[in-house]
């Protein structure tokens, strides 16, 4: 009986909780979306992907120095309509925190626990957040809650809506930067590299080496050097000689630079260590740098030395150049040319076809050596993997007895190039090989160079080459020498001028600006005492990332034709605190924009310009500025901008912010090319594919202002698909302004490694762009118009390996919204693209098209250019609407709309005709359809195909892919007429099917 009362009560209290947790979960279902509200400082702040920090209500911790923290405090409040937890929850078991910090920079932002988890309807809790910058710059986080309901004594319910929002802090502070003058960054405790200079390697006792550095403050706050700490190691005898130490304490304001240098002079044959400790207010305080070298008793050349190795993939060109440089005759016998190859040892001759002697040399001769002065000529001469060195003996002591030498012996340290002594580095022969001693110039340099510049095969003049105002007095210049200019020196033509180091002295002007495509290609430092001035369409290019820049230049730029003083340019300063009002003088100063994603302009909030503001003072490098032009002319006519100061070079980042809202009006973000030169716009679309829908949109304006707004499809489009039209290239020109779409918030970079010489024609500006001298790739690219009689637009559809049929960033790109009269597009699912680029043509393709018109009349689609294949393929659009399938590729497409509307469904690009396309939809309704003709197999189903596997009839296979996409053109050359195929298929689904046909 006593038992049959405890099951009883124990069903009952089951009963009871059941009964319990289903009102709760009904009182639940019926909640608010929102359960709780966050409050900074009093202010409620807004949940959801708030994407705007404020200081008013705590969400932005302002500037912190690098290293402190500041703790800010926010509060919680259940407003649900029953009790929640803070906590994540297991089992109905509360578990860990539910409150966590998520984002880019969340690590730099650390929470603590709120005072209490349970909170009743309308109770409150607070919890802190302590913001502790790493570095310099913007910091961003998400704060995210979800909170679970529960019932008191009776556990808990259901998880409740997820609630977030964005917090920011900049950090601040003095940053070290040391680094080898043209050389690498060095690491703090750094281990020794030739890279950055610190590794000084193997020297003769008692030759001098010095290495000059800089310790730059690249941080946002005076960096002040309160002691430097020399330490040597116990065997050291003075061989390192530092020089120009600063006197203490030393400021630096930010982008301060200050130059010291290190010499060594071994004294013996012991290795050699020093370093220095640099003590400053950098919030890691203390910053050492480790330096080392050796001795050795032998001794470099005085008399002769290597001046060039030049490797060839042809293994045809290959050559060894070598230059008498005492001034002295050299006599038969005294020295010897040696190859050793990889697997030779270096205490063996190199071998009776591997050495050569070197025989007389006059004072400045200079000998090339060919494989066929080895006597090897059937054998593979230089490849990468072979030292040569210049010795005193040929047998078993050629290496040890060597007085120059170049290689690294028994491992691949060059592929394909020529490396070149010259005046900005070590001109002089080296018993140990240093890849930084010699320069790296192409192949095709070489063969193409002038025959008194020093790359060119045969040529060497030691030193660097001036111009006098009428002459070089020593040689053309090239990318190996120090070249100076003492007199006035005017651009030529499309003249391609480089340098290692360029010097333009006090008193002289270096002009580039003759109306072309002239470049000056300076490869390392950069100093101008003088005058240099750069043209509209001409190009200061700059190789080094650590160049020494000394001096200003003055880049000049212009607009095309202006119809009136309210047309925009999009522009970017090429130049360091370039301010607007220097820049564009005679604009109205309320006209000058730039877009700040991140915060929202009153004036416009319920605009599309609501991110837009008004811009003045000193331009921000990386970002773009969108400029009216100048007030008081006559209009049209062209405008010039001169933008003077300190050419910017290097790793350029800026800020791009993507605002989640569902609007694609907050992820805009106005950048810029920030250098006196043209980009590659598929280089920097690759570097930032992360942070950005990687498609650069340029501002043309060739519809005028209507009621103040500019029209959006006014904006031309590239990826690396290509351009919305023809005329589009992956060219970028100096100080164009431009726009991409967020799609995270962070940083795009720009390095000097997409800089291109040559080609700076192209600025996208009002009513027109420059025409670009640069080759279509042959893809396989379609681009299409659809016009009225007086408006039309254009899309590009493209087949490529790169891409997919479906979305891909970077090969496909968005159509914006736009109140423009016409908007063609074609479609990814429901989304509308200008650009789209899918996996590689075959017939059975088809295109979904899109048209939107604001009026009604007459209209045609046509096709504006075709290249690769398609230039030879059938082209047919069908109107679904009308029953019209027409052959595009001899004529455009003329219809008439009746009333306006966007026509998402109504055209279909395709490539056979609509009887064809019906018959293969219709087989691929039932199975697979394969197609084989003369050295190939067509393939397609109405699912992704995984794989596909093709055989013989002896079972052998033939083929093996992965296509992932719906069809696709297997190649099988060389099979005879009738040969039985076998191809297996696997599906998306995992469905396999078998298919036996003749090949035809």
């Not at 009102?23 to 966050?38: E, K, M, P, R, S």
């Not at 409050?39 to 807004?46: A, F, R, S």
């Not at 390697?201 to 946002?220: A, D, M, P």
């Not at 594919?689 to 904006?715: C, E, K, L």
Request: with cysteine; hydrophobic share 35%.
């Amino acid at each position: 009986m006593e038992l049959f009362k405890e099951v009883t009560k124990i069903k009952f209290l089951v009963l009871k909780r059941i009964v319990l947790l289903l009102i709760a979960f009904l009182t639940f279902v019926g909640a608010d979306a929102q359960d709780i509200l966050f409050y900074g400082n009093g202010i409620e702040v807004t949940t959801s992907n708030d994407n705007f920090p404020e200081l008013g209500d705590n969400t932005f911790f302002d500037e912190v120095e690098v290293g402190t923290t500041k703790t800010l405090t926010f509060q919680v409040k259940n407003v649900h309509n029953a009790n929640i937890d803070l906590r994540t929850m297991i089992f109905g078991i509360p578990l860990t925190d539910a409150i966590e910090v998520t984002g880019l920079n969340a690590t730099e932002f650390i929470k603590t626990e709120p005072l209490t988890y349970k909170l009743a309807p309308n109770e409150t809790t607070t919890f802190d957040i302590t913001f502790t910058p790493t570095s310099n710059g913007v910091k961003d986080a998400i704060i995210n809650v979800q909170p679970t309901g529960y019932i008191f004594l009776f556990g808990y319910s259901n998880i409740l809506s997820n609630n977030s929002f964005n917090i920011r802090g900049v950090g601040v502070g003095p940053e070290i930067t040391v680094y080898q003058s043209g050389g690498d960054n060095i690491d703090h405790d750094n281990e020794l590299s030739f890279d950055n200079g610190t590794e000084f390697g193997e020297n003769s006792i008692n030759s001098y080496t010095e290495h000059q550095f800089i310790v730059k403050n690249t941080g946002t706050r005076d960096l002040v050097i309160s002691d430097w700490q020399v330490t040597s190691d116990e065997t050291q005898n003075n061989e390192f000689v530092n020089s120009n130490e600063p006197a203490l304490p030393l400021i630096l304001s930010p982008d301060e630079s200050y130059a010291f240098e290190i010499g060594y002079q071994p004294k013996d044959v012991n290795e050699d260590l020093q370093s220095i400790t640099i003590v400053s207010n950098y919030s890691n305080s203390n910053f050492k740098l480790n330096f080392g070298g050796s001795g050795t008793s032998q001794e470099a050349s005085d008399r002769i030395m290597m001046t060039q190795y030049h490797i060839d993939d042809s293994w045809e060109n290959d050559f060894i150049e070598v230059k008498n440089i005492s001034g002295q005759p050299i006599a038969d016998g005294d020295y010897y040319l040696g190859v050793f190859r990889s697997n030779r040892d270096l205490t063996q001759s190199p071998g009776s076809n591997w050495v050569a002697s070197i025989g007389e040399l006059q004072p400045n001769e200079v000998k090339v050596f060919t494989r066929s002065d080895f006597g090897n000529n059937n054998n593979q001469f230089l490849n990468g993997k072979r030292l040569a060195v210049i010795s005193t003996t040929t047998n078993g002591t050629c290496y040890q007895n060597r007085v120059d030498v170049i290689g690294v012996h028994g491992s691949t340290w060059s592929r394909n190039g020529s490396y070149n002594r010259g005046s900005c580095l070590t001109e002089s022969a080296q018993i140990n090989f240093n890849i930084n001693d010699w320069i790296a110039v192409d192949v095709d340099d070489v063969a193409l160079a002038e025959v008194t510049k020093n790359i060119a095969k045969g040529t060497y003049n030691m030193g660097g080459t001036t111009w006098n105002g009428t002459q070089w007095d020593n040689g053309l210049p090239d990318q190996t020498r120090e070249v100076m200019i003492s007199g006035d020196y005017n651009s030529t033509g499309n003249e391609l001028l480089e340098s290692c180091n360029l010097i333009v002295m006090n008193g002289a002007h270096l002009n580039f600006n003759n109306n072309s495509l002239a470049t000056l290609d300076v490869h390392r430092n950069l100093e101008v005492y003088g005058d240099l001035t750069i043209g509209d369409t001409e190009s200061l290019l700059m190789r080094h990332d650590n160049a020494l820049v000394v001096g200003e230049i003055s880049k000049i730029e212009k607009t095309t034709i202006l119809n009136n003083n309210h047309d925009i340019t999009y522009w970017s300063a090429p130049i360091k605190n370039a301010i607007t009002s220097d820049v564009f003088i005679g604009v109205n100063s309320n006209r000058i924009f730039k877009i700040e994603s991140d915060k929202i302009n009153s004036a416009y909030a319920d605009t599309e310009y609501r991110h837009w503001f008004n811009a003045s003072g000193v331009m921000s490098v990386g970002k773009g500025y969108a400029v009216e032009g100048k007030i008081g002319e006559t209009y049209p006519r062209q405008h010039e901008v001169i933008f003077s100061g300190e050419p910017n070079n290097g790793v350029i980042s800026t800020k791009v912010v993507s605002n989640y809202t569902g609007s694609e009006d907050d992820d805009w973000n106005l950048i810029g090319n920030p250098y006196p030169s043209a980009i590659d716009a598929d280089l920097f679309l690759q570097e930032n594919i992360d942070n950005i829908d990687a498609t650069v949109r340029f501002w043309t304006h060739n519809t005028p202002v209507s009621n103040g707004v500019f029209d959006r499809t006014d904006y031309v489009s590239y990826n690396l698909t290509g351009g919305s039209i023809p005329e589009v290239t992956n060219i970028i020109g100096s100080s164009q302004g431009f726009m991409v779409s967020g799609s995270e918030t962070g940083e795009v970079v720009f390095k000097n490694e997409m800089r291109v010489a040559l080609q700076n024609n192209v600025f996208y500006k009002p009513s027109s762009a420059k025409p670009s001298l640069s080759n279509e790739n042959e893809i396989d690219k379609l681009w299409l118009f659809a016009r009225n009689s007086t408006t039309e637009d254009h899309l590009l559809i493209a087949f490529l390996e790169e891409a997919t049929d479906g979305y891909d960033n970077g090969y496909d790109g968005v159509k914006y919204k736009s109140s423009f009269p016409i908007r063609f597009y074609s479609k990814i699912d429901n989304e509308k693209f200008t650009i789209q680029g899918l996996s590689p043509f075959t017939r059975y393709k088809t295109v979904d098209i899109g048209l939107e018109v604001t009026q009604p009349g007459n209209y045609n689609i046509g096709i504006s250019k075709r290249i690769g294949s398609l230039k030879g393929e059938t082209i047919f659009i069908t109107d679904h609407l009308l029953g019209v399938t027409h052959e595009l590729s001899k004529s455009n497409y003329s219809f008439k709309v009746k009333e306006p509307g966007n026509f998402q469904d109504r055209f279909t690009l395709q490539f056979v005709d609509e009887e064809s396309l019906n018959h293969i939809k219709q087989k691929l309704s039932h199975e697979l359809l394969t197609i084989s003709s003369a050295g190939n197999l067509h393939i397609a189903s109405n699912q992704i195909i995984s794989n596909i596997k093709v055989y013989d009839i002896l079972g052998r296979i033939l083929t093996n892919l992965n296509p992932n996409q719906k069809d696709i053109d297997v190649a099988l050359p060389n099979l005879q007429k009738g040969t039985i195929l076998i191809i297996n298929t696997t599906l998306e689904s995992g469905e396999v099917i078998h298919k036996k046909i003749a090949q035809q």
